[in-house]
């Protein structure tokens, strides 16, 4: 993903001379929830529309330059680490500054983000999500590979979607839907099967005698 792609320059960032009102209104005019501010053609941060609306319409943004959010990426970054720096600063835009020079070329906007991923294998192609868990210091992605591809599947992505009490929990992605003999390969090597499958004859067995076993005592 280049993110000069996506790069988009349609709102000119705002000098920190800007009056208050000004913004407001144009914040009125927008769906964003931040805008790029420079101060002698220096972009020195973004101001967020909720500490805006707090101010006084009759001062500038350099009086508030206190309140100036400093987060942005380069263009040089991946679209991981941009997603990751719109969730952590809470934004639906954010700034990119050129790698070398930091000058300011542009800003970025969650919803194409959000679509590059949408468009990625991982998610759009057809296929088996498992969730499984394992003890953090055993798991293997080389190991989840190797059992997935040995059953003629191919590994769409794979990522670890929670760590807690030293277990970590891992989503994975195969592109054929019948999967239960990897389900079964797996658990024989140690790792717990939190996704349901209809195919998953292991719990379809012990549903069965847990069935056997109800009707049994209730004779």
């Keep these: ?6 790069i988009i320059k349609d709102i000119e960032i ?12 144009l914040f009125n005019e927008l769906t964003y929830t931040h805008i790029p501010v420079e101060k002698d053609g220096v972009f ?8 805006l609306r707090c101010f006084d319409n009759e001062k500038t943004l350099e009086d508030y330059q206190y309140a100036l959010e400093r987060f942005f990426v380069r263009d040089t970054e ?9 969730s952590v600063n809470n ?22 983000i959000m679509s590059f991923f949408n468009e990625t294998p991982f998610l759009n192609e057809s296929g ?3 969730v499984v868990e394992k003890n953090f210091t055993e798991y293997s ?8 591809e040995s059953s003629n599947n191919k590994l769409l992505g794979a990522f670890v979607s929670k760590i807690e009490n030293d277990v970590a929990e891992i989503t994975i992605k195969t592109n054929i839907s019948g999967v239960n003999d990897v389900i079964q390969t797996l658990r024989r090597y140690g790792y717990n099967i ?8 292991y719990t379809k067995n012990l549903q069965e005698r847990s069935d056997y076993l109800d009707k049994y005592l209730n004779i």
């Design 194 to 201: 939190l996704s349901s499958h209809e195919e998953d004859t």
């Design 128 to 130: 088996a999500i498992l």
């Design 14 to 25: 705002q000098s920190v001379n800007q009056p208050i009102k000004n913004l407001k209104k």
């Design 78 to 86: 991946n679209w991981l680490e941009v997603l990751k720096n719109f």
């Design 1 to 6: 993903m280049l993110l000069s792609n996506y």
């Design 141 to 148: 992605f080389s190991e989840i590979s190797q059992i997935i």
């Design 91 to 112: 934004a639906n835009l954010m700034p990119v500054l050129e790698d070398k020079s930091n000058k300011y070329l542009g800003y970025l906007e969650l919803g194409d």
């Design 44 to 51: 020195i941060g973004s101001i967020s529309e909720n500490d």
